[in-house]
């Protein structure tokens, strides 16, 4: 069955950076776009961006750039997403999310939570 | 940047219907995805491409859009369908391209 699973919860100081990872199992890696999408304490969801592990392009939304980096290893069947110049704001859980080229987010991983506090 | 406008929270009783609304400019036009979050759980899609519904997504569970506005129906509502549910759009044009609504708490009384 299709599974995506995330790497456990960080903690990091405001400035420091972030890298989740999210391994994938159960379908063609290639197939699928996987999305990151993230969620505030108490808050709603937030879209952050796409990587495309067929061809490694990335977009991200215009809040992000120049701020994170969606990359992947296919021999691992793993996305990554990294956030760097961190500050309190970005304390949530992040999600990635297959989704196919077009259409609805199938699959949701379980979310990592980061928080940033000095 | 587009918008997606869903009430902060709908009450029910058991055994009724739910309806949960979500409003957007001419989102008749877009395919409207629903997503269905339990505390302290991932988000779980119930209805996409406006109407369709996941297989393993009971019947009780149907979705409509026209106009400015697409809706998300529960019937015979339990306790077990308490929750958080979002819709979501995507739109090429604006940034961002994906649009998740606030949100609508579902409260079974």
Known sequence: QVQLV???AEVESPGASVKVSCQASGYRFTDFYVHWVRQAPG???EWIGWLN???????????FRGRV???RDSSIKT???ELSSLRPADTAVYYCVRRPKTGPYDYWGPGTLVTVSS | SYVLTQPPSVSVAPGKTARITCGGNNIGSKSVHWYQQKSGQAPVLVIYDDDDRPSRI????SGSNSGNTATLTISRVGAGDE???YCQVWDGS????????????????
């Open chain 2, 83 to 85: 929750a958080d549910y």
């Open chain 1, 79 to 81: 996305a990554f997403m």
């Open chain 2, 58 to 61: 009971p019947e009780r569970f």
């Open chain 1, 43 to 45: 808050q709603g969801l």
């Open chain 1, 53 to 63: 592990p067929n061809t490694g392009a990335t977009d991200y939304a215009r809040k």
């Open chain 2, 94 to 109: 604006s940034d961002p391209h994906v649009v998740f609504g606030g949100g609508t708490k579902l409260t079974v009384l």
């Open chain 1, 69 to 71: 980096t969606m990359t």
């Open chain 1, 6 to 8: 995330q790497s456990g």
